[in-house]
């Protein structure tokens, strides 16, 4: 079956939404121009001197020694400290440490596992060509991918293995080097987490911006997880595009997934949550909140639009977040 | 001098657009994020010279920065060894979902050039006048650019775009009608 353009752009909006929720690398940024400007205060030294080549090579040496090691940019914290909170309460563990040095593709290792969800921070020497993990369960010859299935390069946080079977007590972790990477030395902490007890209440719903590219909003609800975790707007059909933008709020931001059905039918485009924050962005146009472009059914007088949050991983039950939906139409003629 | 708390509002703002083009340019996040900072490096240097399309001039550097590293690798003759999938697809009854992996799978195969034209009007939805300006070249140019790279992408018996009647023709509309 073909696609169309609209699908088309769709598939492109869909892959590419993980952009809206990787933080901006600040201090690589600032380090990068750190050393560009020293570059540039080195070149113009350079080109006033006028003494022996000696000297110039001196100065050289001493001027590009700082910009290969800017110590600005070396991280002096533990980047697998042995336990840790995030915000709502949840507790991490590491149970394993591993490197994956520049001279190996791979490096395998057994972990304990007591019950509890794994999940896999990464201290990365690069964000590029990032190696690929699997875990295997002793016995059984099933993956157990990363969900979602990268690694988090820019605050370390801890990206969750896939659910492994119930009594699970030891599991193989498998880390191998992507075959267009340098080689470097990547480290890893292996993490089980546990749910607050007694889980936080859930923040404020985020307040869906009143219009996004010249959008305006037609219709919004709010939920929260994991209570229902489900949002169903119902909007007249007026012939014109309607555009979803779901914004998400809570430590689960970048965990859960979506359903979306319309008209009863669920649609192919499965887009993340929109960070709460980006809604305030007013430089937030069709590229910046993730947005599902809804088609319509001719001949319906109203478009109902349900949005449920979904995970594979059990244990999001016990921490907490919100979702509000908000429908905006789309003018005729963009 | 650049004004520096500016250029960090912009970049605040602008990111996760540049990000987004990035990613669908080069595949890869860390090399999405790779390209981005490098075209916010070039633009810091020039940032009192960059008038008020800042982030249409930085776009441009990324577009012009990723076809020149792909052209370095070509030359060292690196294989395409398939990049990690960003997200299984699972199959759906009807197969839609892997038509869809294989329009982007095919997307992937395109050259640098033909890769650009096509997110930035298909994605970025520019006209073709705008995609010319972006690339440095002529319109023409982005038609045939265009229309070798739908050509290309039909080919992998994937993809279908309602402008297919339009052989060997740029389309030039917005958005077609899909309800």
Redesign the interface.
Known sequence: ?????????D???E??????E?P??WQ??RA??RR?RRR?RAVAALAGAVTASLVISATVLSLRGPGQSDPTSVSIADPFPARYSEPDGTVYRKVAEATLDPASTKVTFDVDVRGKPLAIRAD?P?????P?VTVRVPGTSKKY?LE???LD?HDNRAVDVLPLPQGTRRATVTIEA???ARPERWRFGVYEWTPPATMKAPPPPPEPAAAIAGWPLLATESSTWPVTGEVTLTVPNT?R?LALVTYCGGDLIRRLEQEIRVNSRPI?TKPGCTAAS?QT????????PKVAYI??D?GQRTTTIQVRLVTKIPQYRHRPGTLTAAVYEIPQ?? | MADRSEYEAF???????L???A??LTR???????LV?TA??KA??AWPRIGHEREAYIRKIMVNVHVSWWRRRWRRA?VT?G??????QEA?H????D??ES??QA?GRLPARQRAVV?LR????MTEAQTAQTLGCSVGTVKSQTSRALAKLRLDD??????AKEAGQC?ST???S??
């Open positions: 079956m073909p696609i169309d353009r609209l699908e088309f752009h598939l492109m909006d892959r590419s939404r993980p952009a809206l990787r901006i690398p690589s940024l990068r121009i560009s540039r990365c690069t964000k590029a060509w990032q690929w991918r979602p299935p990268f390069c992507h075959k267009k012939g595009q192919n980006l962005d007013p430089g937030a146009t069709q590229a910046g088609r319509l001719s003629g963009q | 970049v605040t703002g602008a990111w996760p657009r990000l987004r083009t990613y669908l890869d996040w860390g090399a999405a994020e790779d900072q916010l490096l810091w240097l690196e060894s990049s990690l999938p960003d997200r299984t759906d009807m197969g839609q979902a038509v869809r329009v982007w997307l997110v298909f994605f970025e939805d994937s993809f279908d775009f309602m402008v389309p917005g958005w077609s899909t309800t």
